[in-house]
């Protein structure tokens, strides 16, 4: 009578509870069919001590690194870590027939006591419905899995630009006291863009458990129109490894600029070297004279090629590197992911220098006038 009475059990359980709808991200795919990174915002079950590990098994992910850099985690964090809550997970997402769903994971294979409803409910924490599942895998009875067998949970997720803008879309599970305006603001974004993303007619319809499409605004890049990653995109709070793992990419808060440098602790056997003529990738110049006082040179990413040989690729720009009020930012602290991580920022010491004697060199000619 046990077995019998738990089955009962849950599924007086889920009547009673409220039946979440399913989240149905828009995703217009212009060909026949559409891929990207999305981010999934998972939230660990509270009780239950869950790491990096944890994480990365449950999502089927490819690498521990990808992990760390989605949460801007050091890369010497170890896999038994504990997972940061909620922890965002990096997946590639296809867009076909006006939605989006992540591309074959994450999967999950059925254990004794399953239903579909507690695998979507407990095991991936509200962020996609037993209905959703049941269609994916063609179930007709929800509550009749068999032990062993093999699900696909298609999470929703979306590639589409947002006001014409590329972006990294996050699938977010609304908690408990939440508001739309406060999502917004936690994410960068506007209340009338959460909305009209997610088909809402005010911001009182939010409900706790709810799944979000939340657009978060990605850093521009110099990265070239034929290079393999030419797609590459990074939000803030986060950076990516691309070209093999050479090129660590995080996004600055500050100018909305990817910010690029050479992944520290790989050899020059692995990786080529990023050079533009004698600058080094993720390195500026600054011009010392006082016609141009604040110009600057940049070595900039571009991308990487792998069509004869594996090859990174570089650009170098000339831009402005004085703020409005025309002083130097050379001893401005920096906010990208990448830089913050212990990789070569690109004002040294000698560049500080610099800004330091253009400043004396202004004040000079103020007071001479």
């Excluded at 991200?25 to 239950?48: G, H, V």
């Excluded at 959703?132 to 696909?152: C, Y």
């Excluded at 020059?268 to 070297?273: D, E, F, H, K, L």
Aim: contains cysteine.
């Amino acid at each position: 009578m046990a077995p019998l009475s738990l089955s009962l059990f849950l599924l007086l359980a889920a009547a009673l509870s409220p039946s979440p709808t399913a989240a149905r991200f828009t995703c217009n795919a212009r060909a026949r069919a559409t891929t990207c990174q999305a981010l999934i915002s998972y939230t660990p079950p509270p009780n239950a001590t869950t790491t990096l590990g944890d994480v990365r098994a449950l999502f089927q992910l490819r690498s521990h690194r990808a992990l760390l850099a989605a949460n801007a985690l050091p890369l010497s964090t170890p896999q038994t870590a504990p997972a940061p809550s909620p922890v965002r997970v990096r997946l590639p997402c296809l867009c076909s027939a006006g939605a989006g769903a992540t591309f074959q994971r994450p999967t999950y294979k059925v254990r004794a006591g399953d239903t579909l409803d507690s695998v979507a409910r407990a095991v991936f924490a509200g962020l996609v419905t037993y209905r959703d599942i049941a269609a994916a895998n063609n179930v007709s009875d929800p509550n009749r899995v068999a032990v062993g067998q093999e699900l696909w949970v298609p999470l929703p997720c979306s590639c589409d630009p947002v006001g014409g803008v590329g972006v990294v879309h996050l699938t977010y599970v609304v908690p408990a006291g939440s508001s739309v305006a406060g999502i917004a603001e936690a994410y960068g974004t506007t209340e009338e863009t959460i909305l009209a993303l997610n088909r809402m007619p005010d911001a009182k319809s939010l409900l706790a458990g709810q799944v979000l499409d939340v657009p978060l605004r990605a850093c521009s890049s110099a990265i070239s129109n034929t290079a393999i990653d030419r797609n590459l995109r990074v939000p803030n709070a986060s950076y990516i490894l691309t070209a093999n793992n050479c090129i660590m990419c995080g996004c600055s808060s500050n100018t909305w600029q990817l910010d690029c440098q050479p992944t520290q602790g790989l050899t020059s056997s692995i990786c080529p070297v990023a050079k533009c003529g004698d600058l080094f990738l993720g390195n500026t110049s600054v011009t010392t004279s006082l016609a141009s006082p604040c110009e600057g040179t940049a070595c900039l990413y571009a991308g990487y090629t792998n069509t004869t040989s594996f090859a990174i690729l570089t650009n170098l720009t000339t831009s402005s590197m004085c703020d409005a009020a025309g002083l130097s930012p050379a001893a401005q602290p920096s906010h990208s992911s990448a830089s913050g991580l212990g990789l070569p920022t690109p004002w040294r010491w000698s560049e500080l220098v610099v800004g330091i004697h253009i400043v004396l060199l202004c004040l000079g000619f103020l007071h001479r006038d």
